[in-house]
């Protein structure tokens, strides 16, 4: 089964409404070539999900900026100051999520669990309109799990399967969304044919990869 497309070749994947996971942390593991693929066709009514918003003029933020997200759920918005500006304006709908609950939670979502419990959040504006459990006389939040339509990832070496390293910092969310979408991409910085990345330095089996796109596409 090839795998290998060209960026204008997966531009049917993206759909208006639809929600997506993506890597990241601040920027840093985002597949920014997805995202200018993402703006350049104006894609609306987004539900993005991830660590964060990034920056206005970097990353998944821009998306943001560009008026084409409708749903935030991450666990902090504070760097990028037009998810705040849109959210106090009613334009954006923010959920905030404690980030180990919302890594979780999306962990509960590939795996196919039913719900997480977490203390985090218990007494908090986090609780409100939640189920809670109490268990050796302790009271637990249940938290239910996510996935998406699609999840957009960053690689940093790419077997032709799929199978994904990712170097340094840059693995942060990347591993565990690409569990819990029903479609996965991933924006390779180098691919390389199967058998000659190191099965022990695999991250993201191949399995879970439908489609990959290089970084920087040959002239």
């Known amino acids: 089964m090839n795998k290998l497309f060209r960026l204008d070749e ?5 759909k208006d409404g639809m929600s997506i996971l993506f890597g990241g942390f601040l920027g840093c593991g985002t597949p920014h070539k997805i995202v200018d693929l993402l703006i350049e066709q104006n894609i609306k009514d987004l539900t993005i999900i991830g660590n964060d918003t990034s920056y206005v003029n970097y990353g998944i933020g821009r998306l943001v900026a560009n008026g084409q997200v409708k749903k935030v759920i991450a666990s902090h918005i504070g760097t990028n100051p037009e998810t ?12 905030l999520v404690p980030q180990g609950t919302l890594i979780e939670r999306i962990r509960a979502g590939g795996a196919g669990l039913g719900a997480v419990i977490t203390p985090t959040g218990v007494g908090t504006i986090v609780a409100s309109g939640k189920q809670t459990l ?14 998406a339509d699609l999840a ?8 032709e399967f799929g199978n994904t390293f990712y170097k340094g910092t840059t693995k942060n969310f990347n591993p565990i969304i ?22 022990d330095h695999v991250h ?7 489609y990959i796109v290089k970084e920087v596409e040959e002239a």
Do not use: Q
């Not at 997966?10 to 993206?14: E, G, S, T």
């Not at 849109?86 to 959920?95: H, P, Q, T």
């Not at 109490?134 to 996935?147: D, M, R, S």
């Open 10 to 14: 997966i531009k049917h994947l993206f």
């Open 84 to 95: 705040g500006r849109l959210m106090n304006e009613g334009k954006v709908e923010v959920e």
């Open 134 to 147: 109490v268990i050796n006389n302790k009271e637990y939040l249940v938290e239910l799990p996510i996935k």
């Open 152 to 159: 957009i990832i960053k690689g940093s070496i790419v077997d």
């Open 178 to 199: 690409a569990t819990a979408a029903e479609t996965v991409i991933v924006e390779a910085e180098n691919i390389v044919k199967v058998g000659e990345l190191d099965p």
């Open 204 to 210: 993201t089996p191949g399995v879970f990869v439908d």
